[in-house]
């Protein structure tokens, strides 16, 4: 069996590079990123920081008033997360990455795994080269940076992506495994938080090389049969979990318009490009769809949806485009508050058509 190629991606301060994004005038500055608990006016929690303001110690899961005692005198911007807005980014990203993979994972707002092991024939430097064609694809189309790593699994494709931050591409071919985890220390392998690190710290266990060297039944006994043998095998590099394709029950564009608006024909011009991207997907996936819906979110910031089903498959753009205009005009007329944000999305997905030949999507 040819080896797998699999890359991880992350994106770097991913909250925080969106908010640097729309408001350029905040770039260089340090910026934190909050959510609030609403208990008191300035309680809640940092959830990500750019890299200027953790070099002032500002970090995610930090309590705000923390943050804020550590900021004093430096200019740090903090702001509000804008949770939305981060999806609908993510979204976008995302669609890229899969465009580039034979199979997908996403794993967080801004993480996923790509398996290239069929575009690459399991050729690493292919993989690399892949790896550069995502971030700069990413950069184009939407301005971030991420971090990515090349690995001959999950397990290393994710802790290689972690090397360099932010803006960093690191390969680890097969036989570079064993050097590269060897000497890490113990809890930097997935899976080893802070409880089994000690543990295995208070047994002169302290990198990676000595816990794949630590006999197996001794790790079974300390953490149990499956813990000690993920342990063992992780510990050696060695990970054999696929990438998983999620099977998803909806696809979806969304876009904030210029200004907020009930004018149908401003508002519909948005339809054909989220339309064809949408279109792009279904068919990159073989997925036919039967449901088309409008999202519609108001001034007012509550959400509204209209769907409407049809009688057959199809993953025709101009369907899903003409069937998308119709509800926003029917959407319209029952509608008096102004629309800040709109959205298409297709379901009720039929059985996929056979991909016939994957290398076609090189
Ligand atoms: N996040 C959060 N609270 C946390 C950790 C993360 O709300 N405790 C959110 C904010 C992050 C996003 O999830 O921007 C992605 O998490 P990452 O762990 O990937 O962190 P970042 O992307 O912010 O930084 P990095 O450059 O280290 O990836
Ligand atoms: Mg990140
Ligand atoms: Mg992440």
Do not use: W
């Not at 801004?110 to 024939?121: N, P, Q």
């Not at 992780?234 to 696809?251: K, L, M, T, Y």
């Not at 369907?319 to 999305?345: H, N, P, T, W, Y």
């Amino acid at each position: 069996m040819p080896e797998r190629v699999i890359i991880h991606v992350d994106l770097d301060y991913f909250y925080a590079q969106c908010e640097e994004l729309r408001k350029p005038h905040i770039k260089g500055k340090p910026v934190a990123v909050c959510i609030y608990s609403g208990r008191t006016a300035e309680s809640g929690a940092i959830s990500t920081s750019n890299y200027p303001a953790r070099e002032i110690g500002i970090k995610s899961g930090m309590a705000i008033f923390q943050a804020k005692r550590l900021a004093e005198g430096k200019g740090v911007v903090f702001l509000p997360a804008d949770i939305d807005h981060y999806s609908e980014i993510s979204e976008r990203v995302m669609a890229i990455l899969r465009l580039h993979s034979d199979k997908f994972e996403q794993v967080s707002i801004d993480e996923a795994y790509l398996d290239v092991s069929l575009k690459t024939d399991g050729s690493f430097d292919y993989g690399k080269e892949i790896a550069h064609l995502v971030k700069r694809a990413v950069f184009e189309k939407e301005k971030l940076t991420c971090s990515v790593g090349i690995g001959p699994n999950k397990l290393i494709a994710k802790m290689a992506a972690s090397v360099k931050k932010p803006d960093g591409l690191t390969l680890i071919t097969p036989s570079k495994v064993k050097e590269f985890i060897e000497p890490l220390p113990v809890k930097k392998l997935y899976g080893v938080g802070p409880k089994s690190e000690e543990k295995l710290n208070t047994i002169g266990i302290d990198t990676i090389g000595q816990l794949s060297r630590t006999d197996l039944r001794k790790l079974m006994e300390l953490f149990g049969e499956k813990t000690g043998i993920y342990f063992h095998e992780a510990a050696s590099g060695i990970d054999n979990e696929p990438v998983e394709e999620s099977e998803r029950e909806q696809i979806s564009r969304i876009v904030t318009l210029k200004e907020n608006s009930v004018d149908f024909e401003v508002i519909s011009k948005e339809i054909l490009p989220m339309s064809d991207e949408i279109a792009k997907e279904l068919k990159k996936e073989g997925r036919r769809f039967r449901s088309v819906g409008i999202i519609a979110i108001l001034d007012d910031l509550s959400t509204k949806t209209k769907t409407h089903t049809i009688d057959y498959h199809t993953d025709s753009p101009e369907a899903l485009s003409q069937i998308s205009a119709d509800l926003l005009e029917e959407f319209l007329k029952g509608s008096d508050r102004k629309l800040r944000r709109f959205g298409i999305k297709v379901s009720g997905f039929g059985e996929k058509k056979e991909q016939k030949d994957l290398k076609s999507f090189f």
